[in-house]
């Protein structure tokens, strides 16, 4: 089974800085997704950035981007020039391409962000 | 384009109560799923539809949680009885398919709270 584990429970920065969100993830798998997703406090889940494991290339949407290091298991997302509208819950989340638990989203833990203006 | 509705947004009940939630997915969308919340955790998958077919409900607590979705398009998720620990939000999200690019589309949860 896939896990996804994020060991930053709360990060803060201050408005207009950078901040980089930490995710590990653990799979026997080679073909699969990642994705960063952001809840803020009225609790509609919606996508920042997706990353096909296939694709060498770090995805980017704007002032998120991602680091993924498909070897080390890591996928970091960093937000640049962040916001007050950026503060919110955010999930790393593996979803599986193959078997029985194809298109299945495992989420890890979560990491608060507060942005201070 | 409409996204995915859920009713009620909030329900308080006692334990040992019937409870019901029900989720419409966005028009087209063939693949539905239910996730369960707690407070400071991640979603966890509890049921995944394709069509009206369950495709994996290998983490739904099946003695007192049942889900259907009939003709495909709506769904249900029921608990009778529930527990204490069944309190967290309710989140249903729908896809056009588990495919490369068809990203799921979550809805605003229902919030249950058993008392």
């Known amino acids: 089974a896939q896990t996804v584990t994020q060991s930053q429970p709360e990060m803060s920065v201050q408005e207009a800085e950078t901040v980089t969100l930490s995710c590990t993830y653990d799979t026997s798998e080679s073909d699969y997704y990642l994705f960063w997703y952001k809840q803020p406090p009225s609790r509609q889940m919606i996508l920042v950035i997706r990353q096909e494991a296939y694709k060498q290339q770090n995805a980017t949407e704007n002032r998120f981007s991602v680091n993924f290091q498909k070897a080390a298991k890591s996928f970091s997302l960093k937000i640049s020039d962040s916001q007050l509208g950026d503060a919110a819950m955010y999930f790393c989340?593996?979803?599986?391409?193959?078997?029985?638990?194809?298109?299945?989203?495992?989420f890890g833990q979560g990491t608060i962000l507060t942005v201070h203006p | 384009e409409a996204g995915v509705a859920q009713s009620p947004r909030y329900k308080i009940i006692e334990k040992r109560q019937s409870v019901a939630f029900w989720c419409n997915p966005i028009?087209?969308?063939?693949?539905l799923y239910w996730y369960q919340q707690i407070l400071g955790q991640g979603p966890k998958l509890l049921i995944q539809f394709q069509n009206n077919g369950v495709v994996d409900d290998s983490q739904l607590p099946k003695d007192r949680f049942s889900a259907e979705r009939l003709k495909g398009v709506d769904s249900t998720l029921k608990i009778q009885p529930a527990k204490l620990e069944d309190s967290a939000v309710y989140l249903c999200a729908s896809s056009g398919f588990p495919g490369l690019f068809y990203e799921q589309y979550f809805g605003p949860g229902t919030r249950l709270t058993v008392t």
């Open positions: 028009s087209g969308h063939a693949t």
């Open positions: 989340a593996y979803r599986s391409q193959g078997g029985t638990s194809y298109g299945k989203l495992t």
